[in-house]
């Protein structure tokens, strides 16, 4: 089961773009593996670009979609 968040997060990348880390709020999440890596396309029509999503693997054994627009990070999904 997954649970929908689409909130604000920093963030940090390595050379070639995958995550080290996310800080949601007071708890920073240290990513120990990207599951995968895929593009997708916004709402075009009210302006909205491509967004990179990055599924994680976080120390604690979290799974997390957290995705980049532009120059901003957002934490989009959490799974269960």
Known sequence: MTRIVRRPVQATV???GSLQWFRDGEVTHRVV???GRWSEMGAWWR???TR???RVLDED???FDVE??????WLYRVWD
């Open 33 to 35: 593996n990207v599951i």
């Open 61 to 63: 054994g979290g799974v």
């Open 68 to 73: 980049c627009a532009k120059t901003e990070w």
């Open 14 to 16: 390595d050379a070639d």
């Open 47 to 49: 302006g909205e670009g």
């Open 52 to 54: 990179q999503v990055q």
